[in-house]
């Protein structure tokens, strides 16, 4: 048993612990090529979509030329830039005036092809579905270069939470809907059952990358926290019991910048308490 004197390093260890995961956080975010580095996107329509600076381009990108050229999209998903005036973009290390422009891939299994405009901006294609849209990223865009921080609850030992896990023994799915309208069904593992103020919950997650993805809301959502959802990880259940640290929930890229398209917390995880930990709202960038 931990003595009187012991609780308050404890909890100060804790602390701490939890400090440098946010640094590391923010770190990532701020790294190359990150979220904060998008400037520009929009879902292409069959055949020619402009792209320039130019107020009358179908995608205005910033600091581009005035009018770059086309994005053509083909009837079976391909993509093909084709730029006008004898403007030239950086493909692989060539000066090009046409590329095909490669997505990642249904599952992720390549890098899009980079057409760039500059030495840091550059565009790319992305695919979800059927969907195809335009990703443009500038490394020396302000929201890297001046990132604002991130504000957060104060550190609440109460609730990093023990919880039961509870797997399932046949197949389940949960429906999940992102922020522009479509729906995937994502197989789930288990579900994590907790109790606060002697109330019951329960969160269903994903699994990603080896640990277990909860995409979340609480009654705080819309007004101090993120209205769509925020994201918590956790590690695998052990001996039948998970550690939820709430105080390491945050907020999607989408809350910080329009240029993601990001998941909404699904009817079996919005939570009916507030959950008064990890990330608040994001104010930057006219938020």
Same mark, same amino acid.
């Given at each position: 048993?931990?003595?009187?004197s #012991?609780?308050?390093a404890?909890q100060a260890?804790?602390?701490?612990?939890v400090?440098?995961?946010r640094?590391?956080?923010v @770190?990532?975010?701020?790294?190359?090529d990150g979220?904060?580095t998008?400037?520009?996107s929009?879902? /292409?329509?069959p055949?020619?979509?402009t792209v320039?600076?130019?107020?009358?381009?179908?995608?205005?990108?910033?600091g581009a030329?005035e009018?770059?050229g086309?994005?053509h999209?083909n009837?079976?998903? #391909?993509v093909e830039?084709?730029?006008a005036?004898?403007?030239?973009?950086t493909?692989?290390?060539?000066?090009v005036?046409?590329? #095909?422009m490669? @997505?990642q891939?249904a599952?992720?299994e390549?890098?899009?092809?980079?057409a760039?405009?500059?030495a840091?901006?550059?565009l790319?294609?992305?695919?979800s579905? %059927?969907q195809?849209? /335009?990703?443009?990223?500038?490394?020396a865009?302000?929201?890297?270069?001046?990132?604002?921080?991130i504000?957060?609850?104060?550190i609440?030992? #109460?609730?990093?939470?023990e919880a039961q896990?509870q797997?399932f @023994?046949?197949p389940h799915?949960?429906?999940?809907a992102?922020?522009?309208?479509?729906?995937?069904?994502?197989?789930?593992?288990g579900?994590a059952?907790f109790?606060r103020?002697?109330?019951?919950?329960t969160l269903?997650p994903?699994?990603?990358?080896?640990r277990?993805?909860f995409v979340f809301?609480?009654r705080t959502a819309?007004?101090? @926290?993120?209205?769509?959802?925020?994201?918590?990880?956790?590690? %695998?259940?052990k001996?039948?019991?998970l550690?939820l640290?709430?105080n /390491?929930?945050?907020y999607?890229p989408c809350?910080?910048?329009p240029h993601v398209?990001?998941?909404l917390a699904?009817?079996?995880?919005?939570l009916?308490l507030?959950?008064?930990?990890?990330?608040?709202k994001?104010?930057g960038?006219?938020?």
């Amino acid at each position: 048993m931990a003595t009187l004197s #012991s609780v308050p390093a404890q909890q100060a260890g804790y602390a701490a612990q939890v400090e440098q995961a946010r640094v590391e956080r923010v @770190t990532k975010l701020k790294q190359a090529d990150g979220y904060l580095t998008l400037i520009a996107s929009g879902w /292409l329509e069959p055949g020619d979509n402009t792209v320039g600076a130019a107020a009358d381009n179908r995608f205005q990108v910033p600091g581009a030329v005035e009018h770059l050229g086309v994005l053509h999209l083909n009837d079976d998903g #391909s993509v093909e830039l084709r730029t006008a005036g004898g403007v030239s973009v950086t493909v692989d290390g060539k000066p090009v005036t046409h590329a #095909s422009m490669l @997505t990642q891939g249904a599952h992720g299994e390549r890098k899009p092809t980079r057409a760039y405009l500059g030495a840091e901006r550059y565009l790319y294609v992305v695919e979800s579905g %059927k969907q195809r849209g /335009l990703r443009v990223k500038d490394n020396a865009a302000p929201l890297r270069t001046d990132f604002p921080g991130i504000p957060y609850f104060p550190i609440d030992p #109460s609730w990093k939470i023990e919880a039961q896990w509870q797997a399932f @023994t046949t197949p389940h799915t949960l429906r999940i809907a992102n922020v522009v309208g479509t729906e995937t069904d994502e197989s789930v593992p288990g579900q994590a059952v907790f109790e606060r103020n002697g109330q019951r919950y329960t969160l269903t997650p994903m699994e990603e990358d080896g640990r277990l993805f909860f995409v979340f809301s609480d009654r705080t959502a819309g007004k101090l @926290t993120y209205g769509g959802a925020r994201f918590l990880y956790a590690d %695998k259940a052990k001996d039948g019991k998970l550690v939820l640290d709430f105080n /390491l929930a945050e907020y999607p890229p989408c809350a910080i910048t329009p240029h993601v398209v990001c998941p909404l917390a699904p009817p079996e995880n919005r939570l009916q308490l507030e959950v008064t930990a990890g990330e608040k709202k994001f104010q930057g960038a006219g938020h």
